[in-house]
């Protein structure tokens, strides 16, 4: 039942930063988990981060630690993934997906029928 929403894509030189926002609207439960992918070109999309309906963080992926964060406004429905000190590796299509259970679900069985997708939103890191 929940749609997301990713906004907030463009082009950014190396070192520079960007926050994606995802939205949810048509939510089942007061807090949807949700969670940031990105798919580069000829690679797999990987996971990035992940917030539960508790509010409780999950980080995936080695190569963004210390540099995206995620986090939730309630009132807007809104989470965010603030990403700074970029560089050209992390250029890639941007989802947020969610769900009602958890992050390992979301993660782990991304296909799934729980699971509702973003159109995706382009992050370019150029110089």
């Known amino acids: 039942q929940v749609q997301v929403v990713e906004s907030g894509g463009g082009l950014v030189q190396p070192g520079g930063s960007l926050r994606l926002s995802c939205i949810a609207s048509g939510a089942t439960v007061e807090h949807y988990t949700i969670g940031w992918f990105r798919q580069a070109p000829g690679k797999e999309r990987e996971a990035l981060l992940c917030?539960?309906?508790?509010?409780?963080?999950?980080d995936y992926a080695n190569s963004v630690k210390g540099r995206f964060t995620i986090s939730r406004d309630s009132a807007k429905n809104t989470v965010y993934l603030q990403m700074n000190s970029l560089n050209p590796d992390d250029t890639a299509v941007y989802y947020c997906?969610?769900?009602?259970?958890?992050?390992?679900?979301?993660?782990?069985?991304?296909?799934?029928?729980?699971?509702?997708w973003g159109q995706g939103t382009q992050v370019t890191v150029s110089s």
């Open positions: 917030i539960n309906r508790s509010d409780r963080i999950t």
């Open positions: 997906a969610a769900n009602d259970l958890s992050c390992v679900q979301l993660v782990l069985n991304q296909l799934g029928p729980g699971a509702s």
